[in-house]
Nanobody, 115 residues
Framework: QVQLVESGGGQVQPGGSLRLSCVAS????????VDWYRQAPGKPREFVAG???????DYADSFEGRFTISVDNAKNTGYLELNSLKTEDTAAYYC?????????WGQGTQVTVSS
């Protein structure tokens, strides 16, 4: 059974930073890559960033330059660094991996940006 566990969320002031982590239950990210999504209240879940098994990066246009995705395959851990946070970045952030024709999700970690 695949498990993805996110952590690192919290409350931060506008302009602040957070580093989210996602630990996988096995050697998943080196084989299939990892993606990050987010979902704000009342809005659909949206793609934020992804990194494939070859290390190629992909960002949604809205986040490139402020958010940085990375992965440490030795630790089975993916990261999403959030910088220059805005109030509109408030959302639950989810890591995800797609393999065996199925997308797996973590439980999410809440990021709240407010003064």
């Amino acid at each position: 059974q695949v498990q993805l566990v996110e952590s690192g969320g919290g409350q931060v002031q506008p302009g602040g930073s957070l580093r989210l982590s996602c630990v996988a239950s096995g050697n998943i990210f080196s084989l299939y890559g990892v993606d990050w999504y987010r979902q704000a209240p009342g809005k659909p879940r949206e793609f934020v960033a992804g990194i494939d098994k070859r290390g190629r990066l992909d960002y949604a246009d809205s986040f490139e330059g402020r958010f940085t995705i990375s992965v440490d395959n030795a630790k089975n851990t993916g990261y999403l660094e959030l910088n220059s946070l805005k109030t509109e970045d408030t959302a639950a952030y989810y890591c995800s991996a797609f393999f065996d024709k199925k997308r797996y999700w973590g439980q999410g970690t809440q990021v709240t940006v407010s003064s």
